[in-house]
């Protein structure tokens, strides 16, 4: 009896707990969302600033959003950033981690020091002293020089996710047995090492995406007009009209939402693979 | 006929010599273990023959060709690891045809092959799983199939059982030797475990601190140890320090054994007798003395239970000995019970004391 009791307790000392969990997620989400639902909101609000909930309704600054002069080329120009410094991300740092794992382990703290290293200098100070460095054609002021910058911007992101997969699934030992069944180092990457860091790969692939795709300083001091992105439109419109900068969001927001589920899409539909096979362990 | 050939290898690792001037003749289709504690350079020595690890110096030589220099993908050499090293993205089938395919096998034939290795390692059924979902009795059952199904010239398996539970163990290890026997596949075994170096091994290359200290087949380096160190490192051995006297006497604090080989030592000479439990007989009264057994008086202090025997520690005036008895060749003994251990010549082997 005593021992019932005594469980009764305990569970329901755990029935409390749930209640604790729910209040800090709910804060928690309230938090990161409010924020976002917000700009929904206002992208579709006719007037709202004198109620609690907006006047009315209506579509018509996504209409004048995407009417905007500028409104495709600055799209295109931010998706070629971003997927462009994914995929220089993917060929400098996939190859260059998995290298320092298996024979340069003597060079992983200073990889590390080089990984903090974007962001201990600012921005600002990065891109005037990249402009000044690389002042002659036909990398100044570029695109290419800009894709250059951000990846060095965006690497830690790429590293992080890459180098803790490579640890979790000893990359090592997986390397040996395929180079004692007869494989070259080429085969072992693109049929062991890859296809088993794939959750780390694409987690780094959208860091880096959605990084890229809301990056404002460097693409705004290093080509400016010449090569307009995205984010350098929205930030015209909210000196010219709030509701349709917040309609930018949204279409931004929606944009990186979009393609960061067809990097996952190809990622996990390509091969046949068990995704329990590739959970970390 | 020698087939896999070391000479005098050495390799150092930030100046701390971890294999030093090992050279050894491995003959074809022979199962070798090298047995040593952790950091006696076995597994270094095998990294080395696998290609692994470059040699500081030294050779390698397979079927007559020098080795050293070639890397490991082009060796022909199969490996089993502890940790398995299965590919995690590929099924059991995939895995094993791995190696097949990168020698660009016909795929009909690679079906075949793959039955055939699996058929032996009796996993027929795991085929289309992936090896998440295998024990890791399995596992390492398919790690083994995997780097047989290529044919390698010699197989290398790093402590292929550590990982796996003791029933686990004994049953793999007999698979192995079957399996390894039915081939004739040259295989070189890692293990610190001396029970299955000694269980499966056509010869034991017995190691410490780097450096070989005796080769043999398991029964000579069990009934013959050539040096101290593997007489207590093989088995369970009781050590008398003393000098050498005359032919076939150790003096040592309070007793003078006779026993064989101090012909080998000059008079005076600080030697180490050795003596295995399961070779001393217990008796409660002092026998008929022979002249060539060695007759000392004890005190039970413990009794352990082993099973198969039963371990008594003796004090005898100081020295502690183990002696093994069995239940049917003994009377019952208590503790604290006065006793005689008694042991021939033959069993009492003499060696330097310096390890």
Known sequence: MKDLRKTNRESAKKMHRPRWQAFFIGLFLFYMLLPILSTYVFSVATRWDRTILPEGYTLQFYARAAGASYFTSTLRNSLILSLATVLVSLIIIVPTVYWVHMRLTSAQPLIELLMILPFGIPTVVLALALVQVYNFAPLARSPFLLIGAVVVYSMPFMYRPVSNALQAIDSHTLTEAGQSLGANIVQILAEVVIPNILPGILSGSLLVFSTVFAEYTLTSLIVGARFKTFPLLLLEYTRINGNVAAAFSVISFTIAWLVSMMILWVGTTGKATSPEALRAR | ?355
């Open chain 2, 1 to 355: 006929m020698t087939y896999l050939e070391l000479k005098n290898v050495s390799k150092a690792f930030a100046g701390v010599d971890v294999v030093h001037d090992f050279s050894l003749d491995i003959e074809k289709g022979t199962l070798v273990s090298f047995l040593g504690p952790s950091g006696c350079g076995k597994t270094t020595t095998l990294r080395m023959i696998a290609g692994f690890e470059q040699l500081d110096d030294g050779s390698i030589q397979l079927d007559g060709n020098d080795i050293t220099g070639v890397p490991p993908n082009r060796r022909d050499i199969g490996m089993v690891f502890q940790a398995y090293a299965l590919f995690p993205n590929k099924t059991v089938r995939d895995n094993i045809s791995f190696g097949l395919r990168m020698k660009k096998t016909p795929k009909n034939e690679i079906r075949k092959k793959v039955d055939t290795v699996l058929e032996m390692v009796r996993l027929q059924e795991t085929a289309d799983r992936y090896p998440h979902q295998l024990s890791g009795g399995q596992q390492q059952r398919i790690a083994l199939a995997r780097a047989l199904a290529v044919q390698p010239r010699v197989l290398l398996l790093d402590e292929p059982l550590s990982a796996l539970d003791a029933g686990v163990r004994v049953a793999l290890r007999g698979e192995i030797r079957r399996i390894q026997s039915e081939l004739a596949i040259t295989t070189v075994y890692v293990t610190h475990d001396q029970e299955e170096a000694l269980s499966i091994s056509d010869k034991v290359v017995v190691m410490n601190k780097g450096i070989i200290q005796q080769v043999g087949t398991p029964e000579e380096i069990y009934r013959a140890p050539q040096t101290r160190f593997v007489a207590t490192f093989i088995g369970t051995a009781n050590q008398f320090l003393g000098t050498a006297s005359g032919r076939d006497s150790v003096v040592c604090k309070n007793i003078k054994l006779l026993a064989e080989g101090v012909e080998n030592f000059r008079d005076g000479e600080e030697v180490v007798a050795l003596v295995r439990p399961e070779n001393i007989h217990v008796q409660s009264e002092l026998p008929q003395q022979r002249n060539d057994w060695n007759a000392i008086p004890g005190v039970v202090e413990t009794i352990t239970f082993h099973g198969a025997v039963t371990r008594l520690g003796v004090n005898t005036g100081g020295q502690r000995i183990v002696a093994d008895v069995t239940v049917a060749n003994t009377k019952p003994v208590a503790l604290n019970q006065k006793i005689w251990l008694l042991f021939p010549m033959s069993a009492c082997q003499v060696m330097a004391a310096k390890e």
